[in-house]
C-alpha cells in the first residue's frame, strides 16, 4: 500500500471473515490473527496483523471476529404508508385484531 495511511485498521481480529472461501472445507474465507485496512469506505486491505498498513485510526479487534454487515432480509413488500390512525385507534381502545 503506497498510498500512506489508510483511514481506518481494524487491528489484531482473533478470525476475519472474507466470504472469498474457495473450499467445501472454509466456505468463509476465515484468516486467523488478521487485520483489515479501509480506504474511503472499501476494504483496501486484509492480512496479518504484523503487516498491517499505518492508519489515521485504529480500532482493537482482539478476541473479536470481523465479518461483513449481514443486512436482515425481509420477504414482504415495503409499507410506505402512515400508521397514525392505527396507533390513535390503538390508544382509544381498539383491539388489535379489529384494526388488521
Known sequence: MTQGPVDLLIRGAACVLTMDGDTDADPLGSRAASSVAVRDGLVAWIGATDEAPEAREVVDAAGCVVLPGLVECHT?????????????RRLSGVPYTTIL
Open 76 to 88: 414482504h413488500s415495503v409499507w410506505a404508508g402512515s400508521r397514525s390512525d392505527e396507533f390513535r
